[in-house]
């Protein structure tokens, strides 16, 4: 099955300095990646859609000078939380598809949790 | 934005029973997807049922769909103290791709 890694799986900073979150597609090659945020006991919070080689579109009220998202190749985005603060805290995960069309299924990272101190 | 809303919260019970959870939804859809997430892990897919469709099976899996009440259920039959997770639907849209999720039900599986 599709693999999609997250690295790191853990990250403690300190208030205000830069974080890069990297999600990789190992067997397959993703049109499209997609990064959510999700809180403690709560739900998944699309932030932001990435396709390969072009800017990434942002949900509503995400700031996208505070989370740089680069899509270089198609295994690989990169999600840097600049400037984190501890509001930021947060379980970040990554999702994969081949096409980034509603009939296609999303494979999902294991998260990456930050911790903003 | 989130659309769908799941129902229970929460849900505890005894190793080989059933578990039932519900998921409703506001808009139109393309498919409907349901997912597991371990405590701090994560999401796992476990099925997809399209528009069209209004049950699909896989192994101890049961997801029916019913577009006119605009909802969703999951059912897990005979479960196991590995079903303890928590359990989420998400909607993909009939005009775009992204998936909008909803709250979750927390499953705990007595042994």
């Known amino acids: 099955g599709a693999v999609v890694s997250q690295h790191p799986s853990w990250v403690i900073c300190k208030s205000g300095t830069s974080v890069k979150i990297e999600c990789r597609s190992l067997d397959f090659q993703a049109t499209t990646m997609f990064w959510y945020r999700q809180f403690p006991k709560q739900s998944l919070m699309l932030m932001a859609t990435s396709n390969e080689g072009s800017k990434a579109t942002y949900e509503q009220g995400v700031e996208k000078d505070k989370f740089l998202i680069n899509h270089a190749s198609l295994t690989l985005s990169t999600l840097t939380v600049t400037s984190a603060h501890p509001e930021d805290s947060s379980f970040y995960i990554c999702?994969?598809?081949?096409?980034?069309?509603?009939?296609?299924?999303?494979?999902f990272g294991p998260g990456t949790r930050l911790l903003v101190l | 934005s989130q659309q769908g809303e799941e129902d229970p919260q929460a849900l505890s019970i005894q190793e080989g029973e059933n578990a039932t959870m519900n998921c409703s939804y506001k808009?139109?859809?393309?498919?409907l997807q349901w997912y597991r997430q371990n405590s701090g892990r994560g999401l796992v897919h476990l099925i997809l049922i399209r528009s069209n469709e209004r049950e699909k099976h896989s192994g101890r899996l049961r997801v029916t769909l019913d577009t006119s009440k605009k909802s969703s259920s999951l059912l897990i039959t005979a479960s196991r103290a590995a079903d303890t997770a928590s359990y989420f639907c998400a909607t993909a849209g009939s005009n775009d791709y992204k998936l909008s999720f909803g709250a979750g039900t927390t499953v705990t599986v007595r042994a």
């Open positions: 808009t139109s859809i393309n498919n």
């Open positions: 999702s994969a598809s081949l096409g980034g069309g509603p009939q296609e299924t999303q494979y």
